[in-house]
Each structure stands twice: as C-alpha cells, then as structure tokens.
C-alpha cells in the first residue's frame, strides 16, 4: 500500500515561504492498493494529485467543510472524459454527499457544477462499511462541529486509521483508540498546542501530544500529525515535531510530499 501526503494544512490553504516545508495545500492523502486510487478529502492537495491510469478515482470525503472540498474542480481527473470518479461522503444536516457538493459548486460561488465536467461522476452515501475491489473501508463517528467521519482503510494486510477534524471529547478518544487498534499507520489531528487547546474546546481538533497517547494507547505502529494550524510557521512545527520524537520516535508530521510504503 502506497501513501502520499497531498496537502495537511487545516482550516485554510495558505502560501507564505515560512510554510513551504510542511505544507501549504489543505487536506489530501492518496492511497494506492490493490491497483485502485483513493484519495481521503479533497482539499486542495488534490490539485497535485498522481495519475491515475486506470482512469479511475475514489474521493472520500469526512465532511463538507470548506478545506476539505476546496481541491474538487481542480482534480485533474476531472478534465479527463476517459476518467470514472466516484466521490463517497454521509449525509450531512438533511444533505447527501450529492447535495452539498453540489450547494458549492454551483453559481453563485462556482461557475459549474461537477456533472458539467467532462469526466464522469458519481456520487454515494458512505456506507459504515464500503469495498472498493479488495479494498475495505469502515467508518465511525468524529467528534467534530457539525460531525466528521474518521475511516480505517484495510488493504494488503496493511491498515491506515484516517482521524481528522477530532476533537477527543465526550468518550471519542477512547473510541478512536479502539478504532485505530494495530493500525500500521494513524493520521491524527494536531492542529493546537496545550494551550490553543485548552482555549479552543469545541472547535473539533486535538494536540499532538494526544496524537503520541492515542498511538500508544491503540498499539498503531505509527502515527503521523495532521492538520497543521495555519499560523504555525516550519520553524515552530519542526522544533516541536523533534520534542515529540525525543519521547517517542514513532511521532512524525506530515509533510506535503511525502510518500510512505506501508
Ligand atoms: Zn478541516
Ligand atoms: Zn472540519
């Protein structure tokens, strides 16, 4: 199973150089398994997405919120009328994955929508369970505003735990750390310090000293932190990347590029 960090900036896409290092493009990691493409959101990380030569793509999207979905119509699949895409996210506020794809990019905020590009897509419910080929999926509940989805993507006897938009409130930390057990690789939102934390209760994300607990706690091999915060610079995310290494060298950040056989 091939991984590869496509974007792991939270909230907002950003283009600063004193960011270049870690990351400027939002939420998106490309899974390749089993000759399928899967791609875990679709912010703008998305614009640099590989080829997909089987002229097929899966988009799993955790939830509608704006630097999840901002990559869409910059796909480059989507110019492809040879290329199948099949876009996979739960019901929302009454919504379908179908709704609220289509709510953005429609005028007045987008010139466009999605069935007018030349590529063919389709839309589905994510189901708790989903097969792509042999490729598995399951979900569970994020605890997040509005609600997020965190996925287990099993395949090639490899697993990867994807939990962005978390905050560990209410039982969720305990529930992810049943969720990500013996994962091979979990992707954990750090978006904030201790103290950003603490003053940010409620807004759905988590630490990355969580993100080393939960890892722990789950007997995941790994854990890399996602999600960055938009105002922490390289400098800042690389000296505390390296305090976290000092307790536990299974602790990485993502950084946009980099690609992991698993
Ligand atoms: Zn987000
Ligand atoms: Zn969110």
């Not at 509608?64 to 099949?86: A, N, S, Y």
């Not at 739960?90 to 010139?111: A, E, H, N």
């Not at 905050?167 to 310090?193: C, H, V």
């Not at 630490?207 to 960055?228: C, D, E, I, N, Y």
Request: a negative charge; one cysteine or more; glycine letters at 8%.
């Amino acid at each position: 199973m091939q991984f590869t960090v496509l974007g792991a900036r939270g909230s907002i896409p950003i283009s600063r150089p004193e960011f270049r290092n870690y990351g400027c493009a939002t939420s998106c990691y490309h899974v390749e398994a089993c000759g399928e493409h899967l791609f875990l959101d679709a912010g703008n990380g998305l614009v640099h997405a590989p080829l997909c030569t089987n002229k097929h793509a899966h988009i799993l999207l955790t939830h509608p919120h704006l630097d999840h979905l901002v990559g869409l119509p910059f796909f480059p699949g989507m110019m492809d009328p040879q290329m199948l895409i099949e876009i996979y996210g739960s019901t929302r506020d009454g919504q379908t994955v179908r709704d609220y794809v289509d709510r953005l990019y429609s005028p007045p905020y987008w010139p466009c929508r999605v069935d007018a590009y030349p590529s063919e897509v389709r839309f589905h419910e994510l189901e708790e369970e989903l097969w792509i080929g042999d490729i598995r999926v399951i979900k569970a509940a994020s605890c997040h505003p509005g609600g997020s989805d965190l996925l287990r993507v099993e395949a090639e006897g490899k697993s990867i735990v994807y939990a962005t938009d978390f905050e560990p409130s209410d039982g969720a930390g305990e529930r992810l750390t049943e969720f990500s057990k013996d994962a091979d690789l979990l992707l954990y939102d750090g978006q904030y310090t201790e103290v950003e934390f603490e003053a940010r209760k409620g807004f759905g994300h988590s630490t990355p000293m969580l993100a080393l607990k939960t890892m722990q706690g789950s007997g995941a091999k790994r854990v890399m932190v996602v999600h960055h915060d938009p105002r922490h610079e390289d400098e800042f995310l690389a000296r505390w990347e390296g305090e976290l290494q000092q307790l536990d060298p299974r602790i990485c950040f993502a950084r946009e590029g980099m690609k992991l056989n698993l």
